[in-house]
């Protein structure tokens, strides 16, 4: 789309409607960089990270409370693990469905309920004779999930719709880059809980207290999600829906303007102007997903993102795991109590350093390049390096141990790194930008579904793979497949197209296309009254 420069143009009576669209769109396309819907999207994948890593902290305390032996059986463990990744996955389907369906504005804030009941609930959970708490913690982690499936399609598609053409790869970067902050957080708030319990570890043999601290750092995740819940229920509907899927020409205009004024009134008792734009059916989506030129991209986007959650959930839900496993921060105390102490704190210190070296910068540096060098050169330079990177980890695994227990960590950050400065960032704009309004949350959904489905295998396969042969002993093989998924999304890359600097309706074929179903519906009433016509003379 031509990028027009007098915003003033939208509300000209003068214009056609598709002109008029033109116009408001045009608004959004070349507003300054915002932070409004940053902040409220941001805060939002900000708790999404802090629930799903947190229990990588908390899993080793509940083991240590509930569970025979003070460590949880492998399918304690998995079941913790896996039941956020398989609520996010019903979550990304339901809800961006849903965001198509009946509106972004009007399921805005509704997964961040499902999140704050199901943190609440998961905080409070009890243990008894008709209530195993690992079953209450799995039910509740997998409504979590649902919650924060939803977010994924609908913090994406609404600051999609709503950025400005230039710095749309930015915006929706530093929404999904509050996840490293989450990370983070979580880590620190393990660290400080495990800190402030100290002398009560070391004084108690039956280390009761650690059931205070695991519902500490579980329940805190529901603080940032009680802040965005007012504004996500209080903003706008995008632009771009109301204007194609709701059709109403004249609140379109109002939602545009909230980019530049930050005010916004629902206009009230005046005829709706419609847009001819063509109607979301079930048969309209086969047939748009039946061109492959509309399938591979759809096909690329998921893939992409399927194989880069398999390496990049395999690390991230069991960096204790690998940590320990490495032996890097293991306690080397006598004391039992000593030792619970000391294996709690370096795990929360090993996940520190962990976020900060590599999750966290990756992130940010992406921000930096996103709208220069563009989606496509960052996901495909990722993948690359993210392939070599677990050949030399896979493979090497042994070797870099016995040297160097640092130069395996630096290499495990440099992971981290690189699937941030790479395809887990990317994974997440591309969708959010290349499909069409009617099916871009759906779309965007269906995508980030197939990522949560590489979460899902990678969990379990780690669970049932890693002890082969031993405890731990198998690990250098998960990350040698891990290097294979890599290389496999190399070549999913080349399916999608570029993005950078072009609007939304150039990207998914709208740019003309009211235009075009203006001229149909102009020829239908045409065909229809030139039959009446001849209808009327004949029966003359």
Not at 230 to 240: A, F, G, K, N, S
Not at 368 to 395: A, E, Y
């Amino acid at each position: 789309m031509s990028a027009l420069r007098v915003p003033q143009a939208a509300h000209d009576s003068n214009l056609t409607a598709a002109q008029r669209r033109r116009a408001a769109l045009a608004e959004v396309d070349n507003a300054p960089f915002g932070w409004y819907h940053i902040k409220i999207a941001g805060v939002g994948f900000f708790t999404d990270a802090y629930d799903i890593f947190a229990i990588n902290m908390c899993a080793s305390m509940i083991g240590l409370i509930y569970s025979k032996g003070g460590t949880l059986t492998a399918n304690q463990e998995l079941g913790l693990k896996v039941a956020t990744p398989v609520g996010t996955l019903v979550g990304q389907l339901l809800f961006g469905w849903l965001a198509d369906v009946v509106g972004r504005k009007r399921m805005y804030g509704v997964e961040l309920m499902l999140i704050i009941v199901a943190t609440f609930g998961q905080a409070l959970a009890g243990h008894g004779p008709g209530a195993n708490i690992f079953g209450v913690l799995i039910c509740w982690r997998f409504i979590m999930g649902v919650g924060i499936g939803g977010d994924y399609p609908l913090s994406a598609i609404i600051t999609s719709e709503f950025a400005t053409t230039k710095y749309r790869g930015r915006m929706m970067n530093a929404v999904f880059a509050m996840q490293g902050f989450g990370n983070l957080a979580a880590a620190i708030t393990a660290l400080c809980v495990t800190s402030g319990f100290k002398s009560v570890i070391l004084k108690y043999a039956d280390h009761h207290h650690v059931d205070y601290m695991w519902r500490i750092i579980i329940g805190l995740g529901i603080v940032p999600a009680c802040i965005a819940l007012y504004y996500r229920l209080t903003i706008p509907e995008t632009p771009r829906y109301t204007m194609d899927i709701e059709r109403d020409l004249n609140q379109a205009e109002q939602d545009a303007d909230f980019v530049k004024t930050g005010k916004f009134e629902k206009i009230e008792d005046q005829p709706v102007e419609r847009i001819e734009m063509p109607k979301a059916t079930r048969r309209d989506f086969v047939r748009h997903y039946s061109k492959w030129s509309n399938f591979k991209v759809l096909f690329g986007c998921a893939y992409s993102w399927f194989a880069l959650d398999i390496a990049f959930y395999g690390l991230g839900l069991n960096s204790s795991i690998i940590l320990t496993a490495i032996g890097f921060g293991s306690s080397h105390a006598t004391d039992p109590n000593q030792k619970v102490y000391d294996n709690l704190f370096n795990t929360a210190v090993g996940n520190i350093i962990i976020s900060i070296a590599g999750l966290v910068p990756g992130y940010w540096v992406s921000f930096i390049f996103i709208d220069s060098w563009g989606r496509k050169p960052i996901q495909l330079m990722g993948f690359i390096l993210l392939t070599i990177i677990f050949i030399i980890m896979g493979f090497g695994y042994s070797t870099i141990l016995t040297h160097s227990k640092g130069a395996f960590v630096f290499l495990y950050c440099l992971a981290n790194f690189f699937q941030n400065f790479g395809p887990n960032t990317t994974t997440f704009i591309i969708p959010g930008e290349v499909f069409p309004t009617r099916y871009r949350s759906t779309s965007h959904g269906i995508s980030a579904a197939s990522g949560k489905l590489g979460a899902i295998v990678a969990q379990v396969g780690f669970a049932r793979l890693k002890d082969i042969g031993g405890k731990n002993a198998w690990i250098n093989h998960i990350l040698e497949i891990f290097a294979l998924f890599m290389l496999t999304g190399i070549f999913s890359t080349f399916l999608v197209p570029e993005t950078k600097g072009r609007t939304l309706e150039e990207l998914n074929g709208e740019e003309d296309i009211e235009d075009d179903y203006a001229a149909q519906h102009a020829k239908a009433v045409a065909d229809s009254a030139s039959s009446d016509k001849e209808a009327r003379a004949n029966l003359s």
